[in-house]
């Protein structure tokens, strides 16, 4: 199983950034798709959550209103819609695959690298 995150990068705050996770290895469309993040010293945190047909979403308080989850089972792809940045959203962001609807990281079997999304002020 692969997930491949890209999209990230350096923005200013206010702005947007796009990004993607392709997954591959797995049965996609049997899946929920996460992302999450990681700051520096910090735990791993729950950013949004989608189900495997993209009818329920979950998102964490912080990004409520500013993020969008999606995904396309077509491509096997899952997005997240980042914008509004604000410096405290600086972080690796790191996309998972779940059996289930979960904001827990406990309940995620396929991880993928991160990606770096630095927001300057």
């Known amino acids: 199983v692969q997930l491949q995150a890209s999209g990230g990068g350096l923005a200013q705050a206010g702005g947007s950034l796009r990004l993607s996770c392709a997954a591959s290895?797995?049965?996609?469309?049997?899946?929920?798709m996460g992302w999450f993040r990681q700051a520096p010293g910090k735990e791993r945190e729950f950013v949004a959550t989608?189900?495997?047909?993209?009818?329920?979403?979950l998102y964490a308080d912080s990004v409520k209103g500013r993020f969008t989850i999606s995904r396309d089972n077509a491509k096997n792809t899952v997005y997240l819609q980042m914008s509004s940045l604000k410096p405290e959203d600086t972080a690796v962001y790191l996309c998972?695959?779940?059996?289930?609807?979960?904001?827990?990281?406990?309940?995620?079997?396929?991880w993928g690298q991160g990606t770096q999304v630095t927001v300057s002020s």
């Open positions: 290895g797995l049965s996609f469309n049997n899946y929920a």
């Open positions: 998972g695959a779940s059996a289930y609807l979960s904001s827990d990281h406990q309940n995620y079997s396929y």
């Open positions: 989608i189900s495997w047909g993209g009818s329920s979403t």
